[in-house]
């Protein structure tokens, strides 16, 4: 079976997993009091730009978002979400289990407008009883987000200044980020995240590494006490220094951006060839993410051979599926699916 139903599904890249190794016997501090995290803390506020920066590291994606906005809101805010993010629909409820309402706005292409959020608080704020109400609190975004779509400077611009008209913190979630920075189209970097964001995260679970995410902290009030938060919700790691001696390695020459580079190479090839078919895409996405509309006869003979992820039935003849690549699809895997595709749909 060939997978490309996500973009975790192998370990870790080859230089890391060496690094790890060769600082085995290293005895440290615990919970990312010691030196290779103070490094990669170091390294990070240089590539943003930000030497004042807060730079923690945790486990995974979902408790780095449970964090950030626990550690964002008052008890009786809620976080503001476009109705596909990542917090709406694939964390099981943490946001809400944490005593935190999502406030699901319609998406349009995956993402937030600066519209949207605005009128969202209008109304609340001009509704006699909106004491009664959840009081939207922060806003979240993704880069990319879960379709695979980008925010542009501009619209991350926008949306800043929303979140400054009616006090909302700006949260991005960057689980697959450098597979965004890598993307045909962007227009951002690390430097303009961190000027435009109160906090964001450069993940690290997809992108090459065991486990981890980066959180990049510019708002004052969030840094103050954020790692009684971390340790709360779970997601600070005792022999905290595998997570910076990873991220060190992850960006240190390059690399980072090498790898996800390689993903979206590949996940072009397998873009044009689905266009090359007159395959409809569900969304067209720049990223390593891409949503094809396929025919269903066609999808247990393709489940023979490659797994990928069932997002959602168009038509009664259609579904639309996805296949992601990642910094360890293989070049053979690639051709091997657009021959088969090419078998199949032709």
Known sequence: MIRFNSDYL?????????????????????????????????TIRRLC???DADVQFLVGGTQT???????????????????????????SGAIEAGG???????NRDGKLDAGQVSECCRLHFSDESHEHMVMPGAVYLS??????????????????????EWNLLMYLDGARLGYGLAAPGNTLDLP?????????????????????????????RLKQNFRYMIKQRGGMLAKGRLLGIQFEEMLKDGLYMELSRHAIVLAMQLKAA????????????????QFPILP?????????????ATIQAVDADHTAVRFCTSWATRQTDVDRLIEDLHALLR
């Open 10 to 42: 192998e370990g870790a890249h080859p230089r890391i997993l060496d690094r790890l190794s060769d600082t085995n016997m290293a005895q440290t501090p615990g919970y990312g009091e010691d030196r290779f995290c103070e490094q990669a803390r170091n």
């Open 274 to 289: 689905f266009t090359d078919l007159r395959v409809p895409f569900l969304v067209d996405s720049p990223t390593n993410q």
């Open 296 to 308: 269903n006869v066609v999808l247990p003979l393709l489940s023979q051979k490659y797994s990928y």
């Open 49 to 51: 730009g930000a030497p």
């Open 192 to 220: 303009f995240l961190a000027r435009v964001c109160d906090v964001f995260s450069i993940g690290g679970t997809k992108q090459g590494l065991l486990f981890g995410e980066a959180v990049v902290i510019r708002n004052p």
């Open 143 to 164: 880069n990319p987000t879960e379709v695979g779509t980008l925010y542009s400077r501009d619209e991350l611009q926008a949306l800043r200044g929303v979140c400054d």
């Open 100 to 106: 935190h309402k999502v406030i699901a706005l319609p």
């Open 65 to 91: 978002n449970a964090t950030v906005l626990t550690a964002a809101l008052l008890p009786y805010q809620g976080v503001v979400s476009a109705d596909t993010g990542h917090i709406a629909v694939h964390e």
